[in-house]
């Protein structure tokens, strides 16, 4: 029987691809997830908790300066540990499907 | 009120060697302008690491540089929650759209909705939210640029005919720089704007710091025993002192402000992604790592850049004689605090190196978005809905630059007109549109197999009129003493941000017009490639001549 699909539908029902999908979709949607909860705490925090927000910690460095730089250091580290991610775990796999789809 | 500062010469001189040097390396760079993609898209020849720069360039407008510093300066922490806001919706980008939207599309957005779709309707609905949020977002920097050369240049509002003749060059140059440039030009500028940008900060960062002895605590400590209370410019009196370091100063603590507030942060954090300029920069890249590796860089440098703001905000409360209060009094508002605090710490000079960056700043960011809109009316309007992909690379570029001439002369009109308008108003405006009508549209087409033409046109058309009727029924319009038309009253929406209703309106809309709708005809196939190519690349976009890079010649 001839196989009616087109080239890209045949690559998307690969198992490479799938895994390809997945290994994505399992790090961007928890990581996204994630920092949103995160960051909505952090504004929902400045708005109902500002006492909190003011206790000092540090001469006059208090919760909400060092909270609102903790929020610097995640987005950092977030973009850190995804490029991390996709170098080791996303380009290979990218690279060999494409590879061999221009040589087909 | 008349404020002496600085030598209006002197600003003049630094912002003309910049525009002189801008200039020189856009006609060197526009020798190798010869396609549609060198002028879209710079020939998708720019690095990672070059495009990332002129991200931050084109992320960083006046509303970011002037606005946060000030905002800080007079509304304490609440400024920074602002930046937060703004820093963090990079991750959006970076985790859920730059590298797909790099190799599934062109030249615009329209290129990416519109792939497995109905193509004239889904790109002439992606064309109409890019104009109107580039032209909202052009407005916004227009009026900046009328409340800065009130503050520098000593021309101050009443004359209205020496503020038109200046936003008319700025709009005159800008219009040079697209035309003579193109993307590659545009990209040059905003390279060089962000450079001059961040030395500029940290110098007075370095400056700040160490009038301190390098303790923040102590920068903090000043600001807060100098500005015990201040009278805004309305004669109310605001008590200041500690709460310049806790939330809830600009916003209020009224449970309305609360929720205005996380309106507001929703819009900031899901806009960026959603921004039509911003996303047409990944296209000046050769492929997904590139794409990638600019929104890294762009992430590090406008994180740098807010963490100065927060120096720079509470440098100015602390540093700047009268504090808050003249800061918040002086012509230019808010504004006025980081050429304040520059006049100062180095006096004219810094003034005027200042200056410069401030008009630089609006000059790169207002080419930036004239060449994506003219970009999305020729390349989605004229050649594919009218013209229906029959015409011919050249005609759309020529249509093109046409365009890029008439948004630039509504630019100038309209900053004229716009002059005594509210920029953090019309910017919140701007990104409460692109977080309703684009980004949840985007992620759909990206992510939902099922998603379809009128799933697309309801999420868009839908997250458009919701949020700018919403707008035009808030606070920010009607009402109340700070309205823009405060004699009228048709408030019937309580928040002034529209996002906390508009961004899940819209989401919902794209899901119920995907079900509502039929499938569309080959939506398989087209599915299967759009997915393969946006997540392997394959097929994508190449860079038009990966071996010359697009550095201009070294100037003697």
């Given at each position: 029987m001839r196989d009616e699909r087109t080239l890209h539908e045949r690559v998307q029902a690969s198992p490479e691809f799938a895994e390809l999908r997945s290994r994505l979709r399992r790090f961007v949607f928890p990581m996204s997830a994630a920092f949103m909860l995160w960051y909505l705490a952090y504004v929902l925090m400045a708005s109902y908790a500002p006492e909190v927000m003011g206790i000092p910690l540090l001469g006059h460095i208090n919760v909400g300066i060092v909270v609102g730089l903790l929020q610097f250091v995640s987005t950092f580290v977030i973009t850190g540990l995804y490029v991390r991610y996709a170098d080791a775990r996303l380009d290979p796999v990218a690279e060999s499907i494409r590879t061999r789809m221009e040589g087909y | 009120m008349s404020e002496k500062l600085g030598s209006p010469i002197l600003n003049i001189s630094v912002f003309a060697a910049f525009v002189l040097v801008t200039l020189v390396v856009v006609f060197r760079v526009s020798?190798?302008?010869?396609t549609a993609s060198d002028y879209y898209?710079?020939?998708?020849?720019?690095?990672g690491p070059q495009n990332g720069v002129a991200i931050a360039g084109d992320y960083l407008s006046a509303a970011s540089f002037l606005g946060i510093a000030g905002a800080i300066a007079v509304n304490g922490y609440d400024g920074f929650l602002y930046s937060i806001g703004f820093l963090v919706a990079w991750l959006v980008a970076l985790l859920l759209v730059a590298e797909l939207l790099r190799n599934t599309g062109?030249?615009?957005?329209g290129d990416v909705l519109s792939f497995r779709m109905r193509q004239r309707p889904v790109r002439a609905a992606a064309a109409t939210s890019t104009l109107v949020v580039s032209l909202f977002y052009l407005l916004a920097q227009m009026a900046g640029a009328g409340a800065l050369i009130a503050l520098?240049?000593?021309?101050?509002?009443?004359n209205t005919f020496g503020q038109g003749i200046v936003i008319a060059v700025v709009g005159l140059l800008m219009i040079v720089y697209v035309l003579v440039g193109g993307m590659k030009g545009t990209t040059w500028v905003q390279i060089i704007k962000a450079g001059l940008l961040l030395v500029g900060a940290a110098t007075l960062v370095t400056w700040v710091l160490g009038r301190h002895a390098f303790d923040f605590s102590a920068v903090l400590g000043e600001a807060v025993e100098k500005n015990p209370s201040m009278q805004t410019p309305t004669g109310a009196v605001k008590e200041l002192g500690e709460r310049?370091?806790?939330?809830?100063?600009?916003?209020?603590?009224?449970d309305l402000a609360k929720i205005d507030f996380l309106s507001l942060g929703l819009a900031l954090v899901l806009g960026t992604a959603g921004l039509p300029h911003i996303l047409m920069r990944?296209?000046?890249?050769?492929?997904a790592k590139e794409a990638r590796r600019s929104v890294v860089w762009a992430i590090w440098l406008i994180g740098i850049f807010y963490l100065f703001s927060l120096v720079l905000g509470y440098g100015a409360a602390s540093l700047?004689?009268?504090g808050a209060e003249r800061i918040a009094n002086a012509p230019g508002g808010t504004n006025s605090a980081a050429p304040l605090l520059a006049y100062q710490l180095g006096g004219e000079f810094m003034l005027g190196i200042i200056s410069a960056i401030a008009f630089a700043t609006i000059l790169a960011v207002v080419a930036g978005l004239t060449i994506t809109a003219s970009a999305s009316f020729a390349h989605?309007?004229?050649?594919?809905?009218?013209k229906r992909g029959t015409a011919s690379p050249d005609a759309e570029v020529r249509v093109a630059r046409r365009t890029a001439v008439l948004v630039g002369v509504v630019a100038v009109g309209a900053g004229i007109l716009a002059r005594n308008q509210n920029v953090a108003f019309l910017v919140a405006l701007a990104f409460a549109v692109a977080a309703s009508a684009n980004l949840p549209t985007l992620l759909y087409s990206l992510?939902?197999?099922?998603?379809n033409t009128l799933g697309a046109l309801f999420s868009i058309y839908g997250g458009l009129t919701i949020s700018v009727v919403l707008i035009l029924l808030s606070p920010a319009v009607s009402?109340?003493?700070?309205?823009?038309?405060?004699?009228?009253?048709?408030?019937?929406?309580?928040?002034?941000?529209?996002g906390l209703v508009s961004i899940p309106a819209s989401f919902l809309l794209g899901a119920i017009g995907t079900f509502l709708g039929r499938r569309d005809e080959g939506a398989a196939a087209r599915q299967a490639e759009m997915e393969v190519r946006a997540l392997t690349g394959a097929g994508s976009e190449k860079a038009a001549?990966?071996?010359?890079?697009?550095l201009p010649k070294v100037m003697v």
């Open positions: - | 020798r190798s302008n010869k898209a710079a020939g998708r020849s720019f690095t062109k030249f615009t957005m520098l240049l000593q021309i101050p509002n009443s310049l370091l806790i939330p809830g100063l600009q916003y209020g603590a009224s990944f296209y000046t890249v050769p492929n700047v004689p009268g989605d309007v004229y050649a594919n809905v009218i992510f939902w197999k099922r998603f009402g109340r003493p700070t309205s823009m038309i405060p004699s009228l009253d048709i408030a019937v929406f309580p928040l002034a941000n529209p001549a990966p071996k010359t890079a697009p």
